[in-house]
């Protein structure tokens, strides 16, 4: 008899990446369509755009694939460890997946922060 072999996240089809946030008023300014609008209307088409790519993405290495248009790269320097997806010229959405090594197999991001760190 051949063991038996525990499956893979992906493997499985419904894991997903986990999405947590830094703090309350940025998971509010995320998931919360109309705090979305009232308090960034500027960006808020491309925010919803890139937190849904977070919440179907089985991996932060999947980002870059999964929603080209959101331009997902790895951040260095004193941001090292850090993904940002592109909101508009100069803001992104910065993300920390919780295993901050290659191939970028996390299941866990947390969102830290929308910046212009430009």
């Not at 525990?6 to 419904?14: F, M, Q, S, V």
């Not at 995320?30 to 977070?54: F, H, N, V, W, Y």
């Not at 991996?59 to 090292?80: C, K, M």
């Not at 290659?102 to 830290?112: A, D, K, L, M």
């Amino acid at each position: 008899m051949s063991p038996v072999r525990a499956l893979d996240c992906n493997e499985i089809g419904d894991i997903h990446l986990e999405v947590q946030y830094e703090h309350k008023k940025l998971k509010k300014l995320c998931t919360d369509e109309r705090e979305m609008k009232k308090k960034r209307s500027d960006i808020a088409g491309k925010l919803r755009l890139r937190i849904k790519a977070l919440e179907t993405a089985k991996s932060v290495g999947e980002l870059s694939t999964h929603d080209p248009l959101g331009e997902w790269h790895q951040l260095s320097a004193d941001r090292d460890g850090q993904w940002a997806g592109k909101l508009s010229g100069n803001y992104r959405l910065v993300i920390r997946p919780h295993d901050a090594t290659e191939p970028w197999n996390s299941v866990t991001v947390t969102v830290i922060e929308i910046d212009d760190y430009h």
